[in-house]
């Protein structure tokens, strides 16, 4: 099915062929429409015309007005202060729209046919390294993304750049060499604990031999040389540890309710045939100098506390490769391999200095240019309650599983105390908990801008009041609770009714849902689509205090058309809330 035009999109184009008709000097002038408080919408375009055509901006206005023809959308025009238009549309153009939303699967959603292809660089854990909590950042908001670009038509291409190349698996690997039955299991499957709880020894272990034992670190040492240089026996004991890590990687993304498919996982170890070529081509070209023995470019505007430049190193002095040339040779692959538009990176805001010129670099070497677009989705820091970095009461940085754990513990003790009432079974309880909890810590993260710190506080996440998921989903289960209720009675849309004013303001909402996953797709923001989410749930609230749906004294074309308000209002919940990477229970 075709979109749906909203009714912004429809009062829009009212208002402009009112200006060309009645201001044809204007030419093809914007009424620049938005939402209002006072009305249904605002029209601010006349005060620039009047601007442009030298003329008394409410004089203009009152023209404008007289030339709109008699119709079944705007109900009344006010023409208000200096010349703005305070507009309010009929209740039957707000329940027509809501109703040809309703005839379709994906609620009148524009579906770009034509849109482009973006590589989406998000949830990068460290291969033989626990995921804490700053990993969970990277991976909701990215997972969020995905979804919210694919179902606006972006062409969507997953990179999980994990680290797994570097100095430290020369000592990794030699130990196993020396100790080779460290990563054995004992026949079956291994578990994500089980993984990471071997891979955990081992690097004690190691590191413990490395600090006290000069011949072992010469070793190490030897074996980095070994595997950069693509000796089998070496690389066959590194994709060990890629192996048992992911074992681990896909155990918390299972947690984190995330799907993480092996073809997307790309870590800096896939870029490393093309390195030296990088680094070739920057040094020809002139982009990179010799600079101490190092390949480094240098910016006018990035200097150190002592006023000197600080280049991006491409290459060492010693002949290693910094992560700069990984990264750069990351883009070469997805703008010249992946034939991508748009390169969106999901990384930690203090990152932000490395990427500025890592992307200028790319700029000055032809790899990024106007048709292709680099991006970082920068994101804040994870805090405690105390305002500070999350840590255990240790000092230590908090384990991701351990996090995830405790919601999901938390939540389905919420869950429980209201089982009995609602007459859930000890299956739904336990499912509805993973749900609710997993669900609280990724609203948590994903209602706030991410570049901003947010606190991380599980008393608030699960509870059912304010900005939580719970309420959310809360708000979804009591829209199928009253679908199960009504019996016979189906949801059907009359526009010939008089909207109560609770009403109104429910089918208003709903008719943005279009508009605001546009904007948080085009400005990479998911934070816009939760706060909506979460004013459509309070607007639902209010509704239900002010509009009985089932009431035997409402006529049967009232009860049908509030099923309808409700019915669609648990549809885009539902959608919204699965664009957030979040589910919503039927019962709760």
Same mark, same amino acid.
């Given at each position: 099915?075709?979109?749906?035009?909203?009714?912004?999109?429809?009062?829009?184009?009212?208002?402009?062929?009112?200006?060309?008709? #009645? @201001?044809?000097?204007?030419?093809?002038?914007?009424?620049?429409?938005?939402?209002?408080?006072?009305?249904?919408?605002?029209?601010?375009?006349?005060?620039?015309?009047?601007?442009?055509?030298?003329?008394?901006?409410?004089?203009?206005?009152?023209?404008?007005?007289?030339?709109?023809? &008699?119709?079944?959308?705007?109900?009344?025009?006010?023409?208000?202060?200096?010349?703005?238009?305070?507009?309010?549309?009929?209740?039957?153009?707000?329940? =027509?729209?809501?109703?040809? =939303?309703?005839?379709?699967?994906?609620?009148?959603?524009?579906?770009?046919?034509?849109?482009?292809?973006?590589?989406?660089?998000?949830?990068?854990?460290?291969?033989?390294?626990?995921?804490?909590?700053?990993?969970?950042?990277?991976?909701?908001?990215?997972?969020?993304?995905?979804?919210?670009?694919?179902?606006?038509?972006?062409?969507?291409?997953?990179?999980?750049?994990?680290?797994?190349?570097?100095?430290?698996?020369?000592?990794?690997?030699?130990?196993?060499?020396?100790?080779?039955?460290?990563?054995?299991?004992?026949?079956?499957?291994? #578990?994500?604990?089980?993984?990471?709880?071997?891979?955990?020894?081992?690097?004690?272990?190691?590191?413990?031999?490395?600090? *006290?034992?000069?011949?072992?670190?010469?070793?190490?040492?030897?074996?980095?040389?070994?595997?950069?240089?693509?000796?089998?026996?070496?690389?066959?004991?590194?994709?060990?540890?890629?192996?048992?890590?992911?074992?681990?990687?896909?155990?918390?993304?299972?947690?984190? &309710?995330?799907?993480?498919?092996?073809?997307?996982?790309?870590?800096? #170890? !896939?870029?490393?045939?093309?390195?030296?070529?990088?680094?070739?081509? @920057?040094?020809?070209?002139?982009?990179?100098?010799? #600079?101490?023995?190092?390949?480094?470019?240098?910016?006018?505007?990035?200097?150190?506390?002592?006023?000197?430049?600080?280049?991006?190193?491409?290459?060492?002095?010693?002949?290693?490769?910094?992560?700069?040339?990984?990264?750069?040779?990351?883009?070469?692959?997805?703008?010249?391999?992946?034939?991508?538009?748009?390169?969106?990176?999901?990384?930690?805001? =203090?990152?932000?200095?490395?990427?500025?010129?890592?992307?200028?670099?790319?700029?000055?070497?032809?790899?990024?240019?106007?048709?292709?677009?680099?991006?970082?989705?920068?994101?804040?820091?994870?805090?405690?309650?105390?305002?500070?970095?999350?840590?255990?009461?240790?000092?230590?940085?908090?384990?991701?599983?351990? @996090?995830? &754990?405790?919601?999901?513990? =938390?939540?389905?003790?919420?869950?429980?105390?209201?089982?009995?009432?609602?007459?859930?079974?000890?299956?739904?309880?336990?499912?509805?908990?993973?749900?609710?909890?997993?669900?609280?810590?990724?609203?948590?993260?994903?209602?706030?801008?991410?570049?901003?710190?947010?606190?991380?506080?599980?008393?608030?996440?699960?509870?059912?009041?304010?900005?939580? *998921?719970?309420?959310?989903?809360?708000?979804?289960?009591?829209?199928? *609770?009253?679908?199960?209720?009504?019996?016979?009675?189906?949801?059907?849309?009359?526009?010939?009714?008089?909207?109560?004013?609770?009403?109104?303001?429910?089918?208003?909402?709903?008719?943005?849902?279009?508009?605001?996953?546009?904007?948080?797709?085009?400005?990479?923001?998911?934070?816009?689509?939760?706060?909506?989410?979460?004013? @459509?749930?309070?607007?639902?609230?209010?509704?239900?205090?002010?509009?009985?749906?089932?009431?035997?004294?409402?006529?049967?074309?009232?009860?049908?058309?509030?099923?309808?308000?409700?019915?669609?209002? !648990?549809?885009?919940?539902?959608?919204?809330?699965?664009?957030?990477?979040?589910?919503?229970?039927?019962?709760?």
């Amino acid at each position: 099915m075709a979109s749906v035009p909203s009714l912004a999109s429809t009062v829009q184009q009212r208002l402009a062929d009112a200006l060309s008709a #009645s @201001l044809p000097e204007a030419g093809s002038a914007d009424p620049l429409l938005r939402r209002s408080d006072r009305a249904d919408f605002q029209a601010n375009g006349i005060l620039a015309l009047a601007k442009k055509l030298k003329g008394n901006p409410r004089e203009l206005a009152d023209k404008v007005v007289a030339a709109i023809p &008699d119709n079944d959308v705007l109900k009344e025009i006010e023409v208000s202060g200096p010349g703005f238009l305070n507009i309010t549309v009929t209740d039957e153009a707000i329940v =027509r729209t809501l109703a040809a =939303r309703a005839a379709d699967d994906r609620l009148g959603v524009p579906h770009s046919a034509d849109a482009g292809t973006t590589v989406i660089d998000y949830a990068q854990p460290n291969v033989a390294k626990e995921m804490h909590v700053g990993h969970l950042r990277s991976a909701v908001i990215g997972a969020a993304m995905v979804e919210i670009l694919e179902f606006t038509g972006e062409r969507v291409i997953r990179r999980h750049h994990i680290g797994d190349w570097g100095t430290q698996f020369g000592m990794l690997i030699q130990y196993l060499i020396e100790h080779p039955h460290e990563l054995d299991h004992q026949g079956g499957e291994v #578990s994500g604990e089980e993984a990471m709880s071997s891979l955990n020894r081992l690097y004690k272990a190691s590191r413990t031999v490395f600090d *006290s034992d000069e011949e072992f670190k010469t070793r190490s040492r030897d074996r980095v040389v070994a595997l950069q240089s693509g000796d089998e026996e070496t690389l066959a004991l590194w994709q060990k540890f890629v192996d048992e890590s992911k074992i681990y990687f896909y155990s918390v993304f299972g947690k984190l &309710d995330m799907e993480i498919n092996d073809p997307d996982v790309v870590g800096e #170890s !896939g870029y490393n045939d093309m390195l030296d070529e990088t680094c070739r081509l @920057l040094e020809e070209s002139g982009v990179a100098v010799r #600079s101490e023995g190092a390949l480094c470019v240098f910016f006018d505007d990035v200097k150190g506390p002592d006023g000197n430049p600080t280049p991006l190193i491409v290459k060492k002095s010693n002949g290693g490769y910094g992560y700069a040339a990984t990264d750069l040779s990351a883009i070469r692959d997805r703008v010249q391999n992946l034939a991508a538009d748009t390169l969106l990176y999901v990384v930690d805001a =203090r990152q932000s200095l490395h990427f500025k010129m890592v992307f200028e670099t790319a700029r000055r070497a032809g790899w990024l240019n106007d048709k292709v677009d680099a991006v970082q989705l920068a994101f804040g820091t994870v805090l405690g309650k105390d305002g500070k970095p999350f840590k255990t009461r240790e000092g230590e940085t908090v384990r991701l599983v351990d @996090l995830l &754990d405790e919601a999901v513990d =938390r939540a389905t003790s919420v869950v429980r105390e209201k089982a009995e009432k609602v007459g859930l079974s000890e299956a739904e309880i336990i499912e509805n908990g993973r749900q609710v909890g997993i669900g609280a810590v990724k609203y948590a993260d994903l209602s706030t801008s991410a570049v901003r710190d947010y606190k991380f506080d599980l008393d608030q996440m699960v509870s059912l009041n304010g900005d939580t *998921s719970v309420y959310l989903q809360y708000a979804y289960a009591r829209i199928q *609770s009253i679908k199960r209720k009504a019996g016979e009675a189906k949801p059907v849309a009359h526009p010939e009714l008089e909207l109560a004013p609770a009403e109104r303001a429910l089918g208003l909402h709903l008719d943005r849902f279009g508009e605001v996953l546009a904007e948080a797709a085009s400005s990479y923001e998911p934070h816009k689509l939760a706060a909506y989410l979460y004013q @459509l749930a309070s607007h639902l609230t209010t509704f239900y205090d002010q509009c009985h749906v089932l009431s035997d004294d409402n006529p049967v074309e009232v009860v049908e058309n509030r099923l309808f308000l409700v019915d669609l209002t !648990g549809r885009t919940l539902h959608q919204g809330m699965a664009l957030l990477g979040i589910r919503t229970p039927e019962r709760l």
